[in-house]
């Protein structure tokens, strides 16, 4: 997949469980709750939003290499290469 | 049978007081007592900041520093009966604060890191706020643009770098004597505000007084089975009344020494911090016990946790999978506890070293008694129906006569008086007692929402959504949730002119965010076209709720009887979905 396709994925997963940031002025090394009110729970529906998205599993133990939206991109990335775009949400 | 106050009585002889009568401060009994009786070398505080440093503070040392803060304090004319908070991650600063504020016998409180900028305003400007220690992102994002409004607010003091109109924390603490003879307290001085929510108006302060250590003291003892040499490590964030209670006041009184996790949660690294620490005694809560669950067997499988000795929780039900998953993953059983902020300290519980009761919040300690009623009214006239007998449901019910007890909410006498009828303090928690005599939690009599372990109040969400110029009414439920509990979901009707779209959707929860912060936000929100209300006009959350759920309208008699109003059946809810 196209990092930047992946980007928007994220940014658009991050946006549906906290509407209120600032995309542009994220941080991408930096870790979410370093930079934005963003709770466990906040961080937990992520996760799962993003699962759902990509039709992947994460397990709960590669959770902290997801911390920021670098971390996402750099975890995601090899998972989704075979695949040339995200699955239709249902 | 053993008068109930006698427990009480029995723990309270091992603390000092002060000299004189009838003088308590919490601040000596937590720290300055055991460097008095040679115990300063402890460790009393270990904080493990986000990449595993650990840094030690011995009781010596918090003695020290919370002396020179009570100091600071003084010096910038803080006088007993004072309110001194704080909005800071979990630093050391935070309870040195914390003790010196006691110490100076100030009333002292913790603002919750996640809260956003209102719910900040409304509770400093309840508890008419002198003092604020802040670390300074946490101040300029939360505090800085409300406090022309805060007028009470005299100073900051600012953790991290100065920002306009403050003064430097660790600059101030630096300067300043590290010795304090603690002013002569009395047991029933105010000393410490938890806020806490209930179904309607604004957020309550719940005043606790010093003499309050006696029951932090006395079930810590009991009900976490903590003795000297344990390391006991509490989950709770000082934002929330637990993570003041049992994480900073109950294990120094106690004398152990007590872990502050910095980083956020992460499985692998809480089995870690168990088994680097030899963490003895746990108290955590559901919602984290669940998290564990989900990280699997495998995980904890890889540290050596055979240190741990007792678990406990507390915040919301224990489901009984999960004091099995405890015995098979920890190697002993979780032993869930109930108490609440007005009750200060554990009421009911499954103690350490007998049989847990899986499911069950246990049963009362021996200094509590504990009641289930029935609310009547005659003439106008609350009462109270006592429930005897085996196997009975409705309200659990205290007598209030432990030391840790609330005294008031702050400023509100009607409220107060409003939470006692007959002698007996009522929860709002709807119990059944089995026949051997242990409660279960079956729900809440109110409609408060209980989500990973925080109290959560609809209205101070519903108010941040109708200061939205699209918002005409809000209702917010409680909506069950794998991982913690459960979470908030609020319906909207909208005003004319606005239409129901996920772009509005999206909107209307980041306002709610950028106001409430992500604790109290709803996480899911929905429109409809109109909102069940009774008939004089409240809006039915119960309704809402049920029909989220699936539930039967049935349920909804006895909270509807407790309004005062019936429900107007003509009036469903009709909910769109975008």
């Known amino acids: 997949m196209n990092e930047d396709v992946l980007r928007q994925i994220v940014c658009t997963a991050l946006l549906e469980i906290a509407p209120e940031v600032e995309i542009e002025k994220l941080d991408p090394e930096v870790s979410f709750h370093d930079q934005i009110d963003f709770d466990s729970v906040d961080y937990l529906n992520l996760m799962l939003h993003l699962e759902k998205v990509l039709g992947i599993h994460i397990p709960d133990s590669a959770y902290t290499r997801l911390s920021s939206l670098e971390g996402c991109l750099t975890y995601l990335d090899p998972l989704l290469a075979d695949r040339p775009q995200p699955p239709e949400e249902t | 049978m053993e008068p109930k106050t006698d427990f009480w009585r ?78 800071a991650p979990r630093t050391p600063e935070l309870y040195i604060a914390a003790l010196g504020a006691l110490k100076a016998r100030a009333v002292f409180s913790v603002l919750f890191t996640s809260f956003g900028p209102e719910p900040i305003r409304v509770r400093l400007l309840k508890a008419g706020v002198k003092v604020l220690v802040a670390e300074d992102t946490l101040y300029q994002r939360k505090v800085a643009q409300n406090r022309h409004a805060i007028p009470s607010l005299r100073h ?54 010093h003499r309050a250590v006696i029951g932090h003291y006395a079930t810590a003892r009991l009900a976490l089975a903590l003795a000297p040499g344990d390391v006991y490590w509490c989950t709770a964030d000082p934002g929330w009344v637990t993570g003041v209670s049992y994480g900073l006041i109950a294990p120094l009184v106690c004398g152990v020494t007590s872990i502050v996790d910095q980083g956020e949660f992460d499985a692998e690294r809480w089995y870690r911090i168990i088994e680097q620490e030899q963490v003895s005694v746990l108290y955590t809560s559901p919602t984290a016990i669940r998290m564990l669950m989900r990280a699997g067997p495998e995980l904890a499988a890889r540290f050596n946790l055979r240190s741990l000795r007792v678990v406990a929780s507390v915040g919301e039900p224990l489901h009984a999978d999960a004091v099995q998953w405890a015995r098979a993953t920890l190697g002993v059983p979780i032993h869930d506890t109930w108490w609440q902020t007005e009750t200060g300290a554990i009421m009911i519980a499954n103690l350490p070293g007998r049989d847990v009761i899986p499911g069950a919040m246990g049963r009362p300690l021996p200094g509590v008694e504990a009641h289930v009623v029935r609310r009547r009214e005659e003439g106008g006239t609350l009462h109270l129906d006592r429930i005897e007998g085996a196997d009975v449901s409705g309200e659990l019910a205290l007598i209030p006569s432990w030391p840790s007890m609330f005294r008031d909410y702050h400023d509100e006498p009607e409220r107060y008086a409003q939470a006692f009828c007959d002698g007996l303090y009522l929860t709002g928690d709807l119990v059944r007692r089995d026949a051997g005599g242990a409660f279960r939690f079956l729900g809440r009599a109110d409609e408060v929402i209980k989500s990973a372990g925080h109290l959560i109040g609809p209205f101070e969400i519903e108010s941040a959504l109708l200061a939205h110029p699209a918002v005409a009414e809000a209702g917010v439920i409680g909506k069950p949730h794998a991982v913690s509990g459960e979470v908030t979901k609020a319906f909207v009707t909208l005003k004319p002119g606005f239409e129901a779209s996920d772009s509005l959707r999206r909107q209307l929860i980041g306002h709610a965010r950028k106001r409430l912060g992500p604790a109290l936000a709803p996480r899911e929100l929905a429109f409809a076209d109109s909102l069940p209300h009774t008939k004089s006009g409240k809006i039915m959350r119960r309704v809402l709720r049920a029909h989220e759920l699936g539930l039967p309208l049935g349920d909804l008699s006895a909270s509807d009887a407790a309004d005062g109003a019936e429900p107007d059946a003509s009036e469903p809810p009709s909910v769109q979905s975008t």
């Open chain 2, 156 to 209: 900051v003091l600012s953790l991290g770098a100065l920002v306009p109109g403050s003064l430097s924390f660790t600059r101030l603490l630096g300067a300043a004597r590290d010795g304090y003879t603690i002013a002569p307290t009395h047991p029933d001085e105010p000393a410490l505000i938890h806020f806490t929510s209930g179904t309607t108006g604004a957020p309550k302060a719940a005043v606790h007084v």
């Open chain 2, 10 to 87: 029995t723990a309270a002889q091992d603390l000092d007081g002060l000299p004189g009568d009838l003088s308590l401060n919490i601040a000596h009994e937590a720290v300055d007592r055991h460097v008095a009786r040679g115990a300063g070398e402890r460790d009393a505080l270990r904080f493990i900041d986000r990449r595993g440093v650990v840094r030690a503070f011995t009781y010596a040392e918090l003695s020290k520093q919370s002396s020179a803060f009570a100091n600071v304090l003084i010096g910038l004319g803080v006088r007993p009966g004072d309110r001194v908070f704080a909005l």
